[in-house]
Nanobody, 125 residues
C-alpha cells in the first residue's frame, strides 16, 4: 500500500522558516518525480515545487522562487521542502505527491498519482 506522510507543518510568524518532510512507503521511491502542492481555504490546489527522480532538476512556482527549496534523500525515501521568509499568503495545507510517469517532471496536479494527507502551515502577520 502506497503511503506518503507529511510532517513539519505548524504556526510560524512572518519571516520565519519551516521544513516539511514527506516519507514514502509501499513503492520504489527513486524512480518517482516528487512534488509539493498547497491548498488555501476556498482556493484550488496549486503546484509549489517539484524535483526529478534523482534530484538533478527542480522547479518552483513563481510565488515561492528564491524562498523555498525542494530536495530529496532517496536512501531515506524522503522529500523535503525548506521554506524561508514565509509570508501570510503561504498559509495553506501542504501536500506531498508522487508522479510515476516516465519523462520530465510536471506541474500538473493530474500527473501525480499518489498523495499524502497534508500538513497545515499557518503564517501569522
Amino acid at each position: 500500500q502506497v503511503q506518503l506522510v507529511e510532517s513539519g507543518g505548524g504556526l510560524v510568524q512572518a519571516g520565519g522558516s519551516l521544513r516539511l518532510s514527506c516519507a514514502a512507503s509501499g513503492l520504489t521511491f527513486s524512480p518517482l518525480h516528487m512534488g509539493w502542492f498547497r491548498q488555501a481555504p476556498g482556493m484550488e490546489r496549486e503546484f509549489v515545487a517539484g524535483i526529478s527522480r534523482y534530484g538533478s532538476m527542480t522547479g518552483y512556482a513563481d510565488s515561492v522562487k528564491g524562498r523555498f527549496t525542494i530536495s530529496r534523500d532517496n536512501a531515506k525515501n524522503t522529500v523535503y521542502l525548506q521554506m524561508n521568509s514565509l509570508k501570510p499568503e503561504d498559509t495553506a495545507v501542504y501536500y506531498c505527491a508522487a508522479d510515476a510517469r516516465p519523462g520530465a517532471t510536471s506541474k500538473r496536479r493530474s500527473d501525480y498519482a499518489y498523495w499524502g494527507q497534508g500538513t497545515q502551515v499557518t503564517v501569522s502577520s
